[in-house]
């Protein structure tokens, strides 16, 4: 094997799908783009890795609640685009042509253009390694969407498209907790 720098180990661990997470600080909506996510257990628990340094940021801390947005692999222009920018000069949503759909929970605006939405208060803020931990409120899913492809972000400017979807759910489901 070839030795990588440590400096470039976390392209090896890509986490979970690149998604748009929605804020409103009450009387303007923004987009961010994040690239780490996680699922905390078999729960409506997720968390994300952001800070000070994005503009969505301080309406995450003052009103604690979001949208994560999932958008297809079709999407891919626009998550790079809305992550190349700051919402304190640019409206995202006008700019990139995204289309906000009123939550039932919270304040922040679903992506109409997204595979699926998930609606969010903010649960906790470990502020040490700028991880926002949040729960779930609601879930929603577009099946009409033809895309169904997720992007994951390796970190070093490439992504990587989801393929084909393989079941084995028969063979796990003795192993998964009950309800699950």
Known sequence: MKQLS???AFTLLESGPVVFVTTSDGG??????????????FTPTFAITTGPWNFSYAALRRCR???IAIPGADLIDTVVGVGTCSG?????????GLTPVKGRHVRAPLIGECLA???CRVLDLVRKHHIVVLEGLA????GSRNEKRTLHAVGDGTFI???RRID???AMRPRLPAGV
């Open 88 to 96: 304190a000069d640019t409206d995202k949503f006008a700019t990139f």
């Open 117 to 119: 939405n998930i609606e």
């Open 161 to 163: 498209v989801d393929g």
């Open 65 to 67: 609640e979001c949208v």
């Open 6 to 8: 440590l400096a470039r």
């Open 168 to 170: 084995r759910r028969k």
């Open 28 to 41: 303007r909506h923004n987009v961010m783009t994040i690239s780490w996510t996680m699922v905390v257990d």
């Open 139 to 142: 879930a929603y899913v577009d």
